[in-house]
């Protein structure tokens, strides 16, 4: 069987998103979303129910949403998983756990299923290198595994808009213990009859099948035992199961749990006498490895203390008791207990040896502490220290935040009984986790107790305290000026950290590099967040690696260097094959591709990309907040008419203070003025403009789009003096300055100086590729490109190719090239410049001959006889009044007739 990941597809293996971290020191990480996030193998004794199979697709086929409901120990992963083996379609998984109580989380997990199905290939065989809309596919299926875990108002409504929202042409299967709580849209779903149900009788075993699942484990069961083990398991598949490996005579009938009772006597009776068949060695390995529902061979060695860990897993799966194996590529395999399994594992070895438990579960929170604290910390209070999972929060909580998992951090603080819960570092950590979901009332609260209680604390940890509310303070400080001392602080204490805790300083250079970042200094950003992906790579925390890499992507595009992002976007993805979008990144990847492509004048890539970082969601950390704001100008600048009120829209949800030193409503203001010059409110834009600009802070992007729409907003005074303050900026922002200063200085009659500056943006222009500031719709812009083409410039192939693009925005119906092909319209553009024919041929890599044909169709269509004609004629097309600004400095050259 084929092993797939997120997007997998029979036949095909697609790499699936992925948050890898090492579980011991030493050993090859694992990827813990990469587990959830990829389809389960099937058991070696599982067997073939071409009957279920045939009523999921038929559920598929005819409802968007389809619900799997049945007690735990029916085979609805196997059966889903078996099923999708089958399906000829894109399919992606998606497990979810207790994390996914979290609306946040939960909407991460989601948009990297969703997103991961774009770059899936439609059909066996198909290859697909680009991300398309699931608008263009039939029947790409999302299975939500585990839905059983979201029992709480805010995250139903998240799962809700992956079931009814943005996404027509995806269809789920929704998996789980029981029906799912209101507020995720089913009633309506249901009474619109796109909801499909399967529940315990379509996934109970027949006699026939009990018969199979003996055979598949070596047994030979008569029709007449068949129908005594089906009449007294009623089906129920975990149940028949153990009771053909236990070998013993079954007790009197017990039905299946119904929703989330406790399991009934059968289970715990079966695996008493299963594991009594067992190998010693086996049989007393199982309840122990039970302690956690996930684990590798590694992690069960560091747990249980057993150096045969790895070995006794494989033997479990061989034998066939409920294990799952999931393969990760590039890492080891990852072992799964059914929940039934793994309950009454636990519950058994509480009741033989609570000591032994107790301390399984201690040894559980020492080895996962560095890569999941949630999971850690609920170990440590399982196994009755307090005190070790509240070490958990003190030493772990920087790398969970760094992850975007703040919301969880935080959650493990307040479930720490007290003392612990008082402790200063604990509450310094909920306050910058409160901090960072937004909570700003609460974090002050939070870090008002943490000094408070600080004033009491034992000498020896005076010291641990310090660097904790230091480093809190990049995530508390919203002032630029509080975020750039508490930057200088944590590099401070970074000089003082050599040979310490070497993961909170990889951590720690992370969040001051993109402390940085917020503060607009990309270069001391750089510098560290490289030194991050080292120390991250050192310490085999790979997620967080991968992380600083793409911040540091963006942290190159922001300064101007976009060849270079582009090179570290690539390198950062080309082990993923096509898994470009992670839900570890807090969406700066997509975000970093949409910044490029929208200064590159590439808008609608731009909108593209902003939209999926906003599908990522997050937390004010996130760049999902940023991506709102400038979706709204690359909408704009699309004329994208399904975009634009989407893009308003979502502006309106950012918020309106300075946010960790990100001025949120300065942007906002800008990107409403936007809105109000389109809808033809000029004063109410100029209005918010001023307001915006009224301020001592500097965001040298937003100056530009202002800059902008001040010039469109006929203020050309207020536009010159906003283009002027980027005489510095990156050359991706000085080269719209330079085309809004120019058009000012024509617009007061300074001609020379209008085109000498020109001239200087042409050359950024044309050798950067950023066509931005000379695409945007501006028929004062072409006159001044026209004007400029007939002084003559050393980029005219850059220079047509603009007055092309201006062209066609000034467009009328009645425009004589209206009848050309957009090849033979560029075409047209090049003549009206001074190169000759073997210079166009030269620059548009065509040969003479096809240029002569091209020709030939355009004098046809113009109904012109040569060359000077046609361009008369083109000059004018472009405008009232424009039909002696094309003429070059240099004759046109003659046609060869």
């Known amino acids: 069987m ?18 890898a971290v090492p579980l011991v020191p030493g050993f090859p990480a694992v990827s813990l979303s990469s587990q959830l996030a990829t389809r389960p193998e099937l058991p070696t004794h599982v067997i073939e129910r071409p009957a279920v199979w045939s009523r999921i697709s038929a559920s598929v086929a005819r409802h968007r949403v389809t619900l799997v409901a049945a007690p735990a120990g ?50 066996r065989g198909d290859v697909l290198a680009t991300p398309v809309s699931l608008d263009d596919r039939l029947r790409a299926v999302l299975v939500v595994d585990d839905v059983h875990w979201i029992d709480n108002e805010p995250a139903a409504r998240v799962l809700a808009r992956a079931l009814t929202g943005e996404e027509p042409g995806l269809q789920v299967i929704l998996s789980g213990r029981h029906e799912p709580r209101p507020g995720m849209g089913l009633s309506r779903l249901r009474a619109d ?3 499909g149900q399967l529940g315990p009788a379509d996934l109970a075993l027949s006699v026939d099948e009990v018969r199979e699942a003996a055979l598949a484990l070596g047994r030979q ?35 299946p749990p119904v929703g989330d009772e406790p399991l009934p006597q059968l289970v715990d009776y079966l695996v008493e006498n299963m594991l009594g068949d067992l190998s010693p060695a086996l049989a007393e390995f199982v309840p122990q490895a039970c302690t956690c529902e996930w684990l590798t061979g590694q992690l069960a060695v560091q747990i249980t203390g057993n150096p045969r860990a790895p070995e006794l897993l494989e033997q479990a799966v061989a034998v066939g008791l409920p294990l799952d194996r999931r393969e990760v590529e590039g890492r080891d395999p990852v072992y799964q207990w059914h929940p039934v399994m793994a309950q009454v594992g636990q519950a058994m070895l509480l009741r033989r040896d609570p000591r032994r438990a107790r301390g399984l579960h201690r040894a559980a929170a020492h080895a996962m502490a560095r890569i999941d604290p949630y999971s850690a910390a609920r170990h440590a209070l399982r196994g009755g220290e307090p005190e070790q999972a509240a070490q958990v929060v003190r030493s772990h909580w920087l790398a969970g935040v760094v992850r975007g998992d703040s919301e969880l951090v935080e959650e493990i603080c307040a479930r720490l009984p007290a003392p612990y819960a008082d402790d200063p570092e604990v509450l310094t950590v909920r306050a910058l986790c409160r901090r960072n979901d937004g909570d700003a009332e609460t974090a002050a609260s939070l870090a008002a107790r943490a000094t408070a209680a600080a004033a009491s604390l034992a000498e020896d940890r005076q010291a641990a305290y310090e660097s904790t509310r230091l480093l809190a303070q990049l995530f508390l400080a919203d002032e630029a000026d509080d975020l750039a001392s508490a930057c200088e602080s944590v590099e401070g204490l970074l000089r003082g950290m050599s040979g310490q805790d070497p993961v909170l300083h990889a951590c720690a250079l992370f969040v001051v590099g993109w402390s940085f ?14 030194e991050a992906v080292h120390r991250c790579q050192a310490e085999g925390l790979d997620d967080l690696a991968d992380r600083a890499r793409a911040h540091r992507a963006f942290a190159l595009a922001f300064s101007g260097d976009f060849v270079a992002a582009q090179a570290a976007l690539t390198a950062l993805h080309s082990d993923a094959g096509r898994t470009s979008w992670r839900r570890a990144d807090g969406a700066v990847s997509v975000f970093t591709v949409g910044w490029m492509a929208m200064w590159t004048g590439d808008h609608q890539r ?22 709102r704001m400038w979706l709204a100008h690359a909408a704009l600048a699309s004329g994208d008419q399904v975009a634009i009120p989407t893009a308003e829209r979502l502006l309106e949800g950012i918020p309106e203070e300075t946010i960790q030193a990100m001025p949120w409503w300065e942007y906002k203001l800008v990107g409403r003025a936007a809105f109000c010059r389109l809808r033809g409110d000029v004063d109410g834009a100029v209005r918010l403009l001023r307001q915006a600009l009224d301020t001592p802070t500097y965001q040298p992007a937003n100056r530009m789009v202002a800059a902008e729409l001040l010039w469109r907003c006929g203020r050309p005074e207020e536009a010159e003096a906003q283009a002027g303050t980027l005489a510095d900026a990156p050359a991706y922002l000085r080269v719209g300055a330079q085309v809004i200063s120019a058009l000012c200085l024509r617009e007061r009659g300074d001609a020379g100086s209008a085109h000498a500056l020109l001239e200087d943006a042409l050359h950024l222009g044309s050798t950067l590729a950023l066509t931005r500031a000379f695409s945007r719709p501006d028929a004062k812009l072409l006159e001044l490109l026209a004007e400029h083409a ?21 467009g009328r119906p009645n425009r004589p090239d209206t009848a050309l092909s957009t090849r033979e319209r560029e075409i047209l553009a090049h003549l009206a410049t001074a190169l000759s024919l073997s210079e166009i041929c030269g620059v548009l890599f065509i040969s003479p001959n ?29 405008g009232p009044g424009a039909e002696h600004l094309l003429v070059p400095s240099r004759p046109i050259p003659v046609d060869p007739q």
């Not at 997007?7 to 790499?15: C, D, R």
């Not at 946040?104 to 290939?121: K, Q, V």
């Not at 096809?850 to 472009?878: C, M, P, Q, W």
Request: hydrophobic share 40%.
């Open 2 to 19: 084929a092993r797939r990941g997120i997007a997998h597809l029979s036949g095909a293996t697609t790499t699936a998103y992925s948050r």
């Open 74 to 123: 029916y085979g609805k992963t196997a059966s889903l998983s078996a099923w999708a083996a089958h399906h000829d379609r894109p399919v992606a998984w998606l497990s979810l756990t207790a994390a996914d109580r979290h609306p946040g989380y939960l909407g991460r997990n989601l948009a990297g299923a969703i997103g991961m199905l774009r770059y899936a290939p439609a059909r």
């Open 193 to 195: 009859g796109q909801l």
């Open 221 to 255: 069961l008569d029709h007449e035992r068949a129908v005594a083990l089906h009449r007294r398991t009623d089906g129920w598949p975990v149940a028949v199961r153990l009771a053909l490996m236990a070998e013993h005579p079954l007790p009197q009938p017990s039905s």
């Open 517 to 530: 970042l917020r503060l607009r200094r990309p270069r001391p950003a750089l510098l560290l967040l490289q």
């Open 606 to 627: 731009a909108v593209a990309a902003f939209l999926q970082a906003v599908e990522q969601g997050g937390s004010v950390t996130s760049y999902a907040l940023l991506a």
């Open 790 to 810: 007939r002084q003559g410039t050393r980029y005219e192939p850059f220079l047509a190719s603009m007055i092309d693009v201006q062209s066609r925005h000034a």
């Open 850 to 878: 096809t240029l002569k044909s091209h020709l030939r169709s355009i004098y046809r269509k113009l109904g012109v006889e040569n060359r000077r004609d046609a361009v008369r004629l083109f000059r004018g097309s472009t």
